[in-house]
């Protein structure tokens, strides 16, 4: 076949569609390579297919899903036969879904030299036109579910140029909220701390009751988000605050860096100190502003942040105190870089630190007055005005979105990082005054808290929005975990993820498996393991294997949400299958390493962590 010249810049994978003179729509995938110089692509191979036979729509969706992910595209004609009115209409509607899910760039072009055709391009071989009728349908249809940023119009040889929903480089914001507790927020019940901005995110999105955090404490369940890894398989396992990850290994930032993708990071690290091979910049980040090391992080008011492994001054600090209030600056830090970046695809990735570490805010912060006047203890206080101020912070991201126009074209991510802690416990409330891991609207309780592996320790509040994406005030019992984050962000955006992962893609889950093209794959179990804790689960079945344990306890959550009736001697064909799970999920921990460790070092001399 001769060479086609796109008239524009594409990625390296592209696609073409083809009404052909026997009106069967026949699809055509084919190789593209960059010609930088004329800054477009030369597109050769092209596949034109004639014939008739009609295809389910179902295949149709299932050939265009396994030929998206494969480096090369090849040949593969889908035919869907005009005549048989029934399955044209069927097939044409989910031809249509199946495009607007995979397809980045791309043209759809009615061919024909027949009559009854509004004159188009004229090229030495070929008429091009659009006809009117049943086709003007099919392209208007495309037009409004792929959202064209030019208007379709019937004059173009061009009749839907359009970005991919979901493919098209959207931006991914992933909002990280250190030890927040699970029934804390409004949306999951809490009834203490005021967060109308997480509310309106839920009621605006999709809110997780089963989405897990990686492990129990910060630093590994960090490493479990960022590499799609369990901790069974990650570098980061202990919570010292600066044990690195290592230099090969590929995490979200890294692996869009090919797709062009901005990345920035604002808050706290927790995947290597400064001078080792886990530091952010050497593993796809563009910019990360904050706390490399987690001791660091345990003050609001220190000398210094970093950024990219250098030391950013804060005026009139000394650790304890001071005039320069650090979680200020990282949000700052935040808005700037969306704001920065908003004409092109970005990852930010806001780890913020509150209400984690010292329990400090300033007097003058607008979240403080709702709380001063409580007739709780002072570090009730400052905690919850904490996470008042980051759900304010929050609010403020998404309006900043919308201010930009950008809303509809990003992925919205929230949760908290670890099960909560049971903070400020007392006869009256002796599961926390917030009650973290206690249901306040039916006094149910999730055994365990942060720093071990019973279901409390893990549990984290869970949203995710996406207007006109993720339906609003959705709802998931879908059981993952933060590995999972990784392949999501790799569906969604187009990218490429490392083969090892063990997290699966959500995104059926996030906008309905219709729209993703597939189903919604289910993990065989989900692994933890911490500090000699082991937790394996499997659908409803709960093994749990404690520190200094010997043995395995077992528990139906079906009937034992709380995890209060072990039931690993009655049920020890089940116990059994779990333990064998988890032997095969665990294989030894190999960390990163560190040059030097002399400003690693000079990062941890602050305020002792709580």
Known sequence: MNSFIAPQMLTDQRFRCVWQTDAALSLGFRSARVVPSANVIAVSDFALIHGNGAKEPEQIRDLICKTRAVPTFKPMPILINEDDHENFDKAVNSFTVAIAEHVSWGWFDYRRNGE??????????????????????????????????????????????????????????????DELG???????????????????MAAEGMTFRNLFAGSTVCAPTRCAFLTGKHTGHTSVRSNGGSTPMRADEAIIASILKPLGYATGGFGKWGCGGRDSTGVPE???????LGYYDQVHAHSYYPPYL?????????????????????????????????RDHAKEPFFAYPPYTPPHGNFSIPDTDPAWALYKDKPWGEDAKRYAAMVTMVDRQLGEVLALLKELGIEKNTLVLFSGDNGGADYFPSKEFPRG?????????????????????????????FIARWPGKIAPGSVSDHLGYFP??????????????PADVDGISILPTLIGESAAGHAQKQHECLYWEISGWIAIRQGNWRAVKPARSEHWELYDLANDPC??????????????????????????AHEGTFTIRDRQNDDCVNPPPR
Not at 484 to 497: Q, Y
Not at 563 to 580: G, H, I, P, Q, Y
């Open 433 to 461: 005054i917030h009650s973290a891991n206690k249901d306040p609207k039916t006094g149910a309780e999730y055994r365990g808290k942060k720093g071990n592996l019973y279901e409390g320790g893990v549990r984290v509040p």
């Open 484 to 497: 999972d984050m990784l392949p999501t962000v790799a569906e969604v955006t187009g990218a490429k993820g």
């Open 182 to 200: 699970y029934f804390e927020p409004g949306f999951m019940g809490g009834k203490n701390i005021q967060t109308p901005n997480m509310d309106r």
């Open 306 to 338: 970093i950024r990219n492994s250098e030391e950013v001054p804060l005026a009139g600090n000394s650790g304890s105190s001071g005039k320069t209030y650090s979680q200020y600056v990282v949000h700052d830090a935040a808005m700037k870089f969306i």
């Open 282 to 288: 050497k593993h796809g980040f563009d910019e990360f």
């Open 563 to 588: 995890e209060s009736k072990n039931l690993a001697t009655a049920k020890s064909d089940v116990l059994a299958n779990l333990a064998a799970l988890a032997t095969k999920a665990h294989e030894p």
């Open 116 to 177: 009854g055709m509004d004159e188009g391009y004229q090229s030495p071989t070929v008429k091009w036109g659009i006809s009117s009728g049943r086709k003007r349908a099919f392209f208007k249809l495309l037009s409004e579910i792929t959202g064209p940023k030019n208007p379709w119009n019937t004059s173009s040889p061009l009749c839907c140029s359009f970005a991919r929903p979901h493919f098209t480089q959207p931006n991914v914001i992933y909002l990280m909220d």
